[in-house]
């Protein structure tokens, strides 16, 4: 079963615009957001995470906004930069074993 | 000064045959996990080690075999290859006192 559901599966985005990315999740037991940037030919590195006690957390450019009733979160990317084209995967995990369970993957690809 | 280390970075071959990957992490976490990710970008949990004990065996066929020597190492064995193991396979760490996953750069595995 898919603990994580994430779309879109693919986005083009101008530079300078506002990307969003979406995840929906299942169990409430999770109590991890984290959100992972991967570069082509590189792993997956965390961007930003989030704990289910806040609703919204900001770094930079990048903001996580997240719906504890509505069990979704999401990332937006603000300023849209070239350079932020990568595959970014959500995932989900209660902490436990560290079990980290990934969403599909989007590919951003920002057009100048 | 590299976190988290792969060998090979590429593998090429043919059906039948055995090979190793090999990971090593010198951040001095505790944990260690081995992830496959498929052509469609799906980044998959394998298996996790704590502190050399296995933690997580997700369905994984008999084929694959990972051992961990100490706590810095973490190797996958695969026997009997097949073409539909053809993947990237990637090594990544934790520590106990965060969820961050950390990964190594990947092992592309091409089964001919």
């Known amino acids: 079963q898919q603990q994580v559901k994430q779309s879109p599966q693919s986005l083009i985005v101008q530079k300078g615009g506002i990307s969003i990315i979406n995840c929906a999740y299942e169990?409430?037991?999770?109590?991890?957001f984290p959100w992972y940037q991967q570069f082509p030919g590189k792993g997956p590195a965390l961007l930003i995470a989030?704990?289910?006690?806040?609703s919204e957390k900001k770094e930079g450019r990048f903001t996580i906004s997240f719906n504890k009733s509505a069990k979704q979160f999401s990332l937006h990317i603000m300023d849209s930069q070239p350079g932020d084209s990568a595959t970014y995967f959500c995932?989900?995990?209660?902490?436990?074993?560290?079990?980290?369970?990934f969403g599909t993957g989007t590919k951003l690809q920002v057009i100048p | 000064d590299t976190a988290v280390s792969q060998t090979p970075k590429y593998l090429v071959t043919q059906m039948g045959n055995d090979k190793s990957i090999k990971c090593e992490q010198n951040?001095?976490?505790?944990?260690m996990y081995w992830y496959k990710q498929d052509s469609k970008k799906f980044l998959k949990i394998m298996f996790s080690?704590?502190?050399?004990?296995?933690?997580i065996n997700e369905t994984v066929p008999n084929r694959f075999s990972p051992k961990s020597p100490d706590k810095a190492h973490l190797n996958l064995h695969i026997n009997s290859l097949e073409l539909g193991d053809s993947a990237v396979y990637f090594c990544?760490?934790?520590?106990?006192?965060?969820?961050?996953?950390?990964f190594g750069p990947g092992t592309r595995l091409t089964v001919l």
């Open positions: 990544a760490s934790s520590p106990l006192t965060s969820s961050e996953q950390f």
């Open positions: 169990n409430t037991a999770f109590d991890y």
């Open positions: 989030i704990r289910p006690d806040v």
């Open positions: 995932a989900v995990n209660s902490g436990g074993y560290q079990k980290v369970t």
């Open positions: 951040l001095g976490h505790d944990t």
């Open positions: 080690y704590n502190n050399k004990e296995l933690i």
